[in-house]
C-alpha cells in the first residue's frame, strides 16, 4: 500500500530564516506530488505541483520554491520566511490514468507540517 | 470564476440525528468531486470520489450524492467519531491538475 511522510511535523522558526520541508511517498512510481497551504477556517490553496522529477509548477507567486530532486521526494523551501507563511502545509500525491481530459486525479495527503513564523 | 462553497460552516448533532453537508460548485465542467474528512492537526483523509450527476457512493455512515450543481454528504446516525471537518473539492475538466477546495464543514457530534 501507499504511504506518504511528512517532516518535521511541527516548526517555529524566526522571519527571515530558511525553510525546508520534505515529503516522501512510497508504495508508488511517478505520483504527481502537490504542496498546499491551508489557512484556519480557508480552503486549501495549491502552491506547487510536479508530474515528474525536476519538473515543478507554480499556482501562486510567493516566498515559497518547490523541487523534486528524486522520483518520489518533493521538497519545499524558503531563503527568507515572512510572517505570512505561517501555516499548515501539505503534501499530497495522486496518480493519474490515462489523458489528463478524460480521467480524475485523486489526491492523497499527508500528515502535514505545523509552520509559525515568529 | 470555479468556486467551491461548503455549508453550513458549523453543524452540531446529537448522537443518531441524522444531517446532510452541502458543497455547491461553480465550473465550466466537472472532471470529478471529491469530499474528505479532516481531524484537527491532521492531513485530509480521502473518502468518495463522484465523477456526474447521480452518481451515490456510501462508506458507513456516510453516503455522497451528486447533481449538477451540488453535492450533499449524508450522515446517518452519526456518533461522537464521526465529529471532523469535512471538506468538498473539485476538478474541472479543462483545468489541469488544479483542484479547488472549499473551506470545509465542522461537524460536531455530542453523546
Known amino acids: 500500500s501507499q504511504t506518504i511522510h511528512q517532516w518535521p511535523a511541527t516548526l517555529v522558526q524566526p522571519v527571515g530564516s530558511p525553510l525546508s520541508l520534505e515529503c516522501t511517498v512510497e508504495?508508488?512510481?511517478?505520483?504527481?506530488l502537490y504542496w498546499y497551504r491551508q489557512a484556519a477556517g480557508r480552503g486549501l490553496q495549491l502552491l506547487f505541483y510536479s508530474v515528474g522529477i525536476g519538473q515543478i509548477s507554480s499556482e501562486v507567486p510567493q516566498n515559497l520554491s518547490a523541487s523534486r530532486p528524486q522520483d518520489r521526494q518533493f521538497i519545499l523551501s524558503s531563503k527568507k520566511l515572512l510572517l505570512s507563511d505561517s501555516g499548515f502545509y501539505l503534501c499530497a500525491w495522486s496518480v493519474r490514468i490515462g489523458r489528463a481530459e478524460y480521467s480524475t486525479d485523486t489526491q492523497y495527503f499527508g500528515p502535514g507540517t505545523r509552520l509559525t513564523v515568529l | 470564476e470555479d468556486q467551491v462553497t461548503q455549508s453550513p460552516e458549523a453543524l452540531r448533532l446529537q448522537e443518531g440525528e441524522s444531517s446532510s453537508l452541502n458543497c455547491s460548485y461553480t465550473v465550466s465542467g466537472l472532471r470529478g468531486l471529491f469530499w474528505y474528512r479532516q481531524d484537527p492537526g491532521k492531513g485530509p483523509e480521502f473518502l468518495f470520489t463522484l465523477y456526474s450527476a447521480g452518481e451515490e457512493k456510501e462508506k458507513e455512515r456516510l453516503k455522497a450524492t451528486l447533481t449538477k450543481k451540488e453535492s450533499f454528504l449524508h450522515i446517518t446516525a452519526p456518533k461522537p467519531e464521526d465529529s471532523a471537518t469535512y471538506l468538498c473539492a473539485v476538478q474541472e475538466s479543462t483545468g489541469g491538475f488544479k483542484t479547488i477546495f472549499g473551506a470545509g464543514t465542522r461537524l460536531f457530534v455530542k453523546a
Open positions: 508504495g508508488t512510481s511517478n505520483p504527481n
